[in-house]
């Protein structure tokens, strides 16, 4: 398997625009994270997933922020409209079940808004 | 609210063993212990996770005092290439399985 695979690597964009982030979870997961890094506030958890249903979305910072699970495969994080301060790296991580097992993480999406 | 307390940044001689302390006074009895680190610009890495019961696999070694407040991961034989942030975290099972990152240690092995 190639592990989790996120898309795009690099997103540069205006005020304003929307924002797509895209996750492939390894094959035959079935919990999928989504984190945002910055140098203020560390690796923060913005919401998870288990079998495509969010369980914890505390961590959205606001209604901008929206994430889906179309299918048990793939997610997306959507950020509608983008603001400067929504500049990061997003990572998502996958894992198999809720016990004790261990998070692949992906390679983060570096998020420049101007 | 923070479960662990790690020291902010440590340095380490390439070669020699590198210990990581942890210290999780509030760890409930069915929380685990998990380490991770991440690598400048690139995604957290698992390294190991344990109960009670010390641990070693071909990353490093974790060990867990008897009472379970304390931990430390030891990399038996530091490289430059394991400079980089570690990060001890408490995790629960089932519908506490959060992985809650604090700060972390940032380690730097020195040639």
């Known amino acids: 398997d190639a592990g989790v695979i996120q898309s795009p690597r690099h997103e540069v964009t205006e005020m304003g625009q929307e924002v797509t982030l895209r996750c492939k979870l390894i094959?035959?997961?079935?919990?999928l994270f989504w984190y945002r890094q910055t140098m203020m506030r560390g690796l923060e958890l913005l919401i998870y997933?288990?079998?495509?249903?969010?369980?914890?979305d505390s961590g959205m910072p606001e209604d901008r922020f929206s994430a889906k699970m179309p299918n048990a495969s793939f997610s997306t994080l959507k950020i509608q409209p983008s603001e400067p301060r929504d500049s990061a790296v997003y990572f998502c991580?996958?894992?198999?079940?809720?016990?004790?097992?261990?998070?692949?993480f992906g390679q983060g999406t570096r998020l420049t808004v101007v | 609210d923070a479960k662990t307390t790690q020291p902010p940044s440590m340095d380490c001689a390439e070669g020699r063993a590198a210990n990581l302390p942890c210290n999780h006074s509030?760890?409930?009895?069915?929380?685990?212990v998990y380490w991770y680190r991440q690598i400048h610009s690139q995604g957290p890495q698992y390294i190991i996770h344990?109960?009670?019961n010390n641990e070693t696999n071909e990353m490093a070694s974790l060990i867990i005092t008897e009472d379970r407040k304390s931990s430390t991961l030891i990399l038996p034989h530091a490289t430059l290439r394991d400079t980089a942030v570690y990060y001890c975290?408490?995790?629960?099972?089932?519908?506490?399985?959060?992985?809650?990152f604090g700060a972390g240690t940032t380690v730097t092995v020195r040639a």
């Open positions: 975290i408490v995790r629960g099972r089932g519908s506490d399985y959060k992985l809650s």
């Open positions: 997933f288990n079998n495509n249903v969010p369980i914890d």
């Open positions: 344990g109960l009670k």
């Open positions: 991580a996958s894992s198999l079940g809720t016990g004790v097992t261990e998070a692949f």
């Open positions: 094959s035959g997961h079935n919990s």
């Open positions: 509030t760890i409930s009895g069915n929380e685990y």
